[in-house]
């Protein structure tokens, strides 16, 4: 049954018809079947269903390359202590604490809430990096189930470390390739998989190597946090003799289908080899704000030609949050007022369709036949006039995720003016308060 989405102000994100005034966009199943004037579309079309967007912004949906589900579990938890002073600090007293704690059931309720927040604030597709030291076979089916139920298009690994010991690294490893070879079974662009590693200095030459070995042969990139905080470049120079973008890209880390996460303490000698290896470098600004660990250069990144997209490390959710701070942040690091104008949204809009359509069959990102049927609608009432060439301007200032009225992923509806279809929140809210309720008895 072909469904349209009629009356819209139509942000396609296509080159050839960008921007539609009056607009249309059809689809039936899992696929965009039209997108044009309303008028045109409803003629092809004129028994279809109809979904009225009163004027309203459609657009492709948000993408997050890069979130942790499970940290949303550390909102309101109280360790104790001295407030950390370091990045080290950070990760030793709040997440190294929680996600030794986390059990199965843990995880699975830990992912449906921020989810189900992603529907709400229409990002329909997220690429997660999870760690649960002691639950961590069977891991990422949980997180699976939870993006099932809530309908997120999702690409999951497990964070291999040596922080816990050599059992529990190589269990991690086995995760993440059972869990790859699982997905590409299924061969479904709503689950995917990558091979995933926390940072070069918790990750030792032996386990580096197992791990290469065992993905050997199986098509995933692999997803890693890169000199985040000065204690990962420490611990390469000290260990290596070499920087951590050196390290992992004389190993072979990077490539076109890996993640090298926020890059904050890179040389101009790494910016060059992450542009040249073709990796994806993820930046999460609040998330680097946040732990003090610096601004990543994104501009001489994108200027060297790297493949920059945005993620927010868990931090949030809402992917416009991100884009302002993406624009204020590199302005106030530069201390020039006119740079970081296009390029938090070339990072937003198309460098994260580019991503995450290397790691998918299909397309999307995009409001185009053939795509994904990945639509939200946003009901934003512009104060100035909102046309192709102002767009941009009120994405930035003025669109937050709370707008979002529709959300549709893969051809399905997940929230329908604001009410969410089949999704029971304020039980799965309720059952996740008490889930997290008793993990914080274990502290």
Known sequence: ??????????????????????GAVAFDGTTITAVGPTTEVLAHYPDAQRINANGRLVMPGFINTHMHYYSTFARGINFGGRPATTFGEVLRGLWWKLD??????????????????AVRCGVTTAIDHHASPFAVRGSLA???????????????????????????ATEGIAENIEFVQH???????????????????????????????AAEGI???????????????????????????????????LGER??????????????????????????????NMSNAVGCAPVLKMLEAGALVGMGTDGYCVD??????????????????????????????????RTITNRLLSGETGVLRPGAYADIIVVGYEAPTPL???????????????????????????????RELIDIDEQKLMADSRQQAQALWDRI
Request: one cysteine or more; proline letters at 2%; a negative charge.
């Open 258 to 287: 890996s993640l090298a996460v926020h890059c904050v303490q890179v040389t101009n000698a790494e910016i060059e080899m992450l542009a040249s290896s073709g990796v994806a470098v993820i930046n999460a600004p609040e998330s």
């Open 183 to 213: 997905c590409q079974r299924l061969d479904d662009d709503m689950l995917r998989g990558l091979v995933g590693m926390h940072a070069q200095m918790t990750i030792s030459a032996r386990t580096l190597n197992k791990l290469m070995e």
């Open 1 to 22: 049954m072909t469904t349209i989405i009629t009356n819209g102000t139509v942000v396609t994100r296509d080159a050839d018809m960008p921007f539609i005034a009056d």
């Open 319 to 352: 992917m416009t949050e991100s884009l302002r701070a993406v624009h204020a942040i590199q302005k106030h690091e530069a201390h020039v007022p006119s740079v970081a104008w296009g390029e938090p949204h070339q990072m937003l809009f198309e460098n994260n």
């Open 100 to 117: 030794r704690m986390l059990t199965l059931d843990d995880v699975y309720y830990s992912a449906v809430g921020p989810m189900i927040e």
């Open 142 to 168: 949980r997180i699976a189930e939870a993006a099932r139920l809530v309908g997120v298009r999702s690409n999951l690994c497990y964070e291999v470390s040596d922080r816990d010991g050599e059992k529990i």
């Open 219 to 253: 098509g995933a990139g692999y997803h890693i946090h890169c000199a985040e905080g000065i204690e990962d470049v420490v611990n390469a120079l000290a260990i290596y003799d070499k920087r951590v973008i050196e390290r992992l890209y004389d190993a072979g880390v």
């Open 387 to 417: 046309t192709e060439a102002t767009v941009a301007s009120h994405l930035l200032f003025g669109v937050a995720g709370r707008n979002v009225d529709t959300t549709i992923i893969n051809g399905r509806v997940r929230m329908l003016e």
